[in-house]
Nanobody, 128 residues
């Protein structure tokens, strides 16, 4: 019962930074786990990062660990993904998503099918 609207994305050179944001236009995000997924051209959508509903626990894929940071602001009803040290292989359409589970479990937060609301996607292109 939450609707998500993404903003951000764009073109950046290798080593640069970009910040994606996602806001709830309907409903509140305070009771949801939040995640970011991405789909590269010709590939399946994959997990990038997630934060549990309490904001205490977060997870990252091995490919982005140490470079990306997920954060949430319940007062503003938003979730963001700060992307640093970007690489060409980060080029993809990025999606924010909300997970209704009251869980901090890795499996639940990394599994795409557990998310019930999705943003429209934002293109991120990293040039070499």
């Amino acid at each position: 019962q939450v609707q998500l609207v993404e903003s951000g994305g764009g073109l950046v050179q290798t080593g640069g930074s970009l910040r994606l944001s996602c806001a709830a236009s309907e409903g509140t995000l305070s009771t949801y786990g939040l995640g970011w997924f991405r789909r590269a051209p010709g590939k399946e959508r994959e997990f990038v990062a997630a934060m549990d509903w309490s904001g205490i626990t977060s997870y990252y894929s091995d490919s982005v660990k140490g470079r990306f940071t997920i954060s949430r602001d319940n007062a503003k009803n938003t979730v963001s993904l700060q992307m640093n040290s970007l690489k060409p292989e980060d080029t993809a359409v990025y999606y924010c998503a909300a997970n209704p589970a009251y869980s901090n479990g890795r499996f639940i937060l990394q599994t795409e099918s557990r998310y019930t609301s999705w943003g429209q996607g934002a293109q991120v292109t990293v040039s070499s």
